[in-house]
């Protein structure tokens, strides 16, 4: 995700955001579901069941 964003939007810093690093910024945004594991993070929208 995060080679995509810089792809996208070279000058992206999540330190302007006021955050370490990009999943600290994408756990404080809300509505995802954020996994470490092993060195790794993974990312996956969150679904709301209740809206469906």
Do not use: H, W
């Not at 330190?15 to 470490?36: M, P």
């Not at 929208?45 to 209740?50: K, L, P, S, T």
């Amino acid at each position: 995700m995060g080679q995509r964003i810089q792809g996208a939007l070279p000058d992206f810093d999540p330190r302007s955001y006021g955050c370490a690093n990009l999943s600290t910024l994408v756990e404080r945004a809300g509505g995802f579901d954020i996994r470490k594991e092993r060195g790794a993070v993974r990312v996956c929208r969150r679904i709301d069941r209740a809206a469906t």
